[in-house]
């Protein structure tokens, strides 16, 4: 890369959320480094680190291709475009820097790569936003450290919505529930138009058995959402967050369970009566039931991770609001007094006052907001 310029890297957490600092409360991490032998900050360092390559920028068409039995022309289904992942290589080097830099430099970006937050890389007018997914420290000796990592690009900075995410990123308990609620009715609807009988062996049953498993986690997990108050006096409030996320889990393992179940399933093997219609009916059911068990799974995974991120072995209570309700009667209602509402507002990362009941709302302990 040319030295005019610095490639900066930034931490920025999730996707929507203020750049000022980590999710978890902490300072974000950020690096700036150049080409150059004097480094853009004498106290921080940063020279002759720039990335030594060009910098890759590409993408791929995500489809499934699928070559039916006596027809010359493929059938292609285009799921959307995807960017590709970027390598950097480069390295730290004390002689340009100060005594110290290289091995600092390597634990802070270690850090920030084992947090798995998102990341902003820029460099002149280039920048994108999303995750460090791989990284390398090829050590030749404490003040000169090499480094490699691999970059997962989401978006281009400035481009990120959160009305356009995919379901892997939904941040609210319960609208995950009501996405993975949903998405198990579509699917037993599906199996309910399924061509059993022009299917051989057991594989009905097969799938059967694992779409039960996940209608029992789906309603496990509604019915501990419809407890307003999930931490009760004799749970240990870290009990509540790890059951949430266990029952969420399993929905995942259900989903993996089908797409598992329909991995070699295949019109010219499984169906004991090849006809036009039935091979059309069989993949239809096939490719219906395989697309909605991938975004169950992609939807049961980021909610338990929500949860998990949400453990609080200091909260009070986990809490669901009711609609309109308001941060001042909660406070009433597990401190005793509504001048607390603050507590709850700055653990909860709140920007408005106005809870539309999809909140599920940490109580903190007095002093621990």
Known sequence: MSSAGAFTIQEIGRIGRKTGGRPDGGPSASFEWVSDRTPPDP???GARACPLAPWNMGGTMRHVRTDYSGSRTPSVQVLGPRKKAQTFRGRWDDRYNFAGYAAGEMR?????CERGNLVRIQFQGQAFEGQ???WDFPYRRAWYIEYTFTFDPHVRAGEANMDDRSPTTTVS???AFDDLDFLVDTILDAQDYAPRTAVAGDVMDTVDASLASMSASRDAIGDTLDQRELIKEDVRPIEAFTRMATQFRQAQNDALSILDDLTAVRSDLDLAHRTAMSVLAFEDWSRSIRFR???ALGTSRAAALGVEERSDPNALALYRPHRGESLMKISRRFYGTPHCWGLIAERNALTTMALTGDE????PERGTG
């Open 360 to 363: 599920l709302l940490i109580i």
């Open 293 to 295: 068990a991938r975004v």
């Open 173 to 175: 308990t319960q609208q």
């Open 132 to 134: 460090i997914t791989d």
């Open 108 to 112: 802070r970006f270690e850090a920030m």
């Open 43 to 45: 106290a921080k360092g």
